[in-house]
C-alpha cells in the first residue's frame, strides 16, 4: 500500500494563500487516482478536490476557482489555494486509490484506502 506524507498547513488569515504538498513512496502518476480530503472539527471528511488515473479532475463547489489540485511529478500531488475563508479551516488529508474512480466517485472517501496522516489548516478572519 502506498505511504503518503502531507505538508504545508498551516495558519493564515482570510483572503490568504496555501500550497498543500503530498509525497508518496511511489510513483502514482496516471497509475492512482489521487485526491485531497478535509476533516473540520464535528463534521465528516469530504472531498475537497481530485486527480483521476486518467488525469480528469473534481473539486468541490465549495472551493471551485479557489483551489487548483495538480500532480507536480511522479510521486507529488499539490494543492494550491487562494481566497481561503474561515470555512476552509480542516485538517487536510491526501488520499490514494490505484485504480480510475470515475466522476461519480473520485471526490467520495470510501473508495480510498491509503491515507496520509493530515496537515492541518487554519484560516483567521
Known amino acids: 500500500q502506498v505511504q503518503l506524507v502531507e505538508s504545508g498547513g498551516d495558519s493564515v488569515q482570510s483572503g490568504g494563500s496555501l500550497r498543500l504538498s503530498c509525497v508518496a513512496s511511489e510513483n502514482t502518476y496516471r497509475r492512482y487516482s489521487v485526491g485531497w480530503f478535509r476533516q473540520a472539527p464535528g463534521k465528516e471528511r469530504e472531498g475537497v478536490a481530485a486527480i483521476d488515473s486518467d488525469g480528469s479532475t473534481s473539486y468541490a463547489d465549495s472551493v471551485k476557482d479557489r483551489f487548483t489540485i495538480s500532480q507536480d511529478n511522479a510521486n507529488t500531488l499539490s494543492l494550491q489555494m487562494n481566497s481561503l475563508k474561515p470555512d476552509d479551516t480542516a485538517m487536510y488529508y491526501c488520499?490514494?486509490?490505484?485504480?480510475?474512480?470515475?466522476?461519480?466517485?473520485?471526490?467520495?472517501?470510501?473508495?480510498?484506502?491509503?491515507w496520509g496522516q493530515g496537515t492541518q489548516v487554519t484560516v483567521s478572519s
Open positions: 488520499a490514494a486509490e490505484p485504480r480510475w474512480l470515475g466522476r461519480w466517485y473520485r471526490l467520495s472517501r470510501a473508495e480510498y484506502n491509503s
